[in-house]
């Protein structure tokens, strides 16, 4: 039988006094002056407290402290805010809410966006709340037109450059989806990486085959001889690809199959008397493939 999960937090939002709120750590120049902060205090400003704040249950003294939202707060105190909106919770540990704040990538900010003009929801005003300049929240509406749907899949949840899709663009619907695959893989959501994949494309996986590849600081011969490094990498990657997971699967089983042998003291014993670069690469071997957390 199943175990019922245990909700941390109250089901209602309250309205809480923002002088009964105890924050955990001050507020510095350093903080207040940063772009982050601004964009949140002209959020508030502009359309008020998107996120509630999140607060442990009041102490003996009626107050609460502050676990997740101390930029919000201290935006709302200088604008001269009385109250806000709060989550009320059980658990007063601040990780748990902070470890698991997922920031908003940039695909989704394209549908948030999106969503919120089709409403009607003025552009001026968006660009307000969020703090950017009105040309940027039109050009993030129409961020993935002429974007193939595999490559919007592998990206949706990446933190990735917005220049990164005009450059995908430029190639074919194919070679966009294999482009965010080695990004993913990479693990580099860069403009610069993504322009020399671009770079070391073929011309034939060009949106316009037709017109000759230019991008900066490359010659023609610099881009060819990219082309076929590029051409032979995706090679080796996809035959890595192909087999990855069964070479994984017995590499562990061979490492917790060598981790039972050096457990047993007669036959180290014995390996170390007569064969000690073996034990020494067996230990190396098990440490290497150790799937115990750090």
Avoid: W
């Avoid at 949840?157 to 190639?171: A, T």
């Amino acid at each position: 039988m199943s175990k019922s999960v245990r909700i941390s937090f109250e089901r209602e939002v309250r309205e809480v006094l923002l002088d009964s709120i105890l924050p955990l750590r001050p507020m510095s120049k350093r903080i207040t002056d940063s772009k982050r902060y601004q964009r949140i205090a002209t959020s508030i400003g502009a359309v008020g407290v998107i996120e509630p704040l999140v607060i442990a249950k009041a102490g003996r003294d009626g107050r609460h402290m502050l676990l997740d939202g101390h930029l919000r707060l201290h935006a709302l105190q200088e604008q001269k805010i009385e109250s806000t909106l709060c989550i009320i919770s059980d658990d007063d540990e601040t990780f748990t809410y902070n470890k698991r704040v997922n920031r908003l990538a940039t695909v989704q900010e394209h549908y948030m966006i999106s969503r919120a003009i089709d409403r009607g929801v003025p552009p001026a005003m968006i660009a307000k709340a969020l703090g950017i300049d009105e040309k940027i929240v039109l050009h993030r509406r129409t961020l993935l037109d002429g974007i193939a749907p595999g490559a919007v899949e592998l990206l949706k949840d990446r933190p990735i450059n917005p220049h990164v899709f005009s450059i995908l663009r430029k190639m074919k619907p194919l070679k966009q989806t294999e482009t965010a695959e080695l990004m993913v893989a990479m693990n580099n959501f860069t403009a610069t990486y993504a322009k020399a994949i671009l770079a070391a494309s073929k011309q034939t996986d060009l949106a316009k085959p037709d017109r000759p590849k230019t991008v900066s600081g490359l010659t023609s011969e610099q881009m060819a001889r990219m082309e076929r490094e590029m051409e032979s990498l995706t090679k080796d990657y996809q035959a890595l690809e192909a087999t990855f997971g069964d070479d994984v699967l017995q590499l562990v089983l061979a490492s917790r199959y060598l981790g039972r042998l050096i457990q047993n003291t007669k036959i180290v014993g014995y390996l170390e008397a007569r064969y000690p670069e073996i034990i020494v690469e067996f230990r190396s071997i098990v440490s290497a493939t150790s799937l115990d957390p750090n």
